[in-house]
């Protein structure tokens, strides 16, 4: 893989406490950076699958509501119910 240079502005306090943590721990801060950079870039891509995930869970629950045959209940029956598959539970 071809390398390239990333230069950026940092404040010198900054820096000074990054490398010396990097030191601390026996890496070089190069290695963390690029680390970091990766660890971004997953979680930015796991953000948006998560996100196209949910907008099609919700896109499903709207078509299935829209329904004709789509059964709603109220609030109060729900936690009715809820209550009573929970007591046989509890000591």
């Known amino acids: ?6 230069t950026f502005r ?3 306090a900054l820096k000074a406490e990054f ?3 990097a030191k601390a ?3 070089p801060a190069s290695i963390l950076l690029r680390d970091f950079m990766r660890d971004y870039i ?3 891509r796991d953000s948006a699958e998560h996100d196209r995930w949910f907008r099609a869970e919700v896109e499903q629950g709207l078509r299935e509501a829209d329904r004709a045959d789509a059964v709603f209940h109220d609030a109060e029956t729900v936690f009715q119910e809820l209550g009573k598959r929970r007591a ?3 000591p």
């Open 88 to 90: 046989p539970r509890r």
């Open 1 to 6: 893989m071809a390398e390239t240079t990333f």
């Open 19 to 21: 490398v010396e943590a």
């Open 10 to 12: 940092v404040d010198e």
């Open 25 to 27: 721990h026996d890496r």
């Open 42 to 44: 997953k979680q930015s």
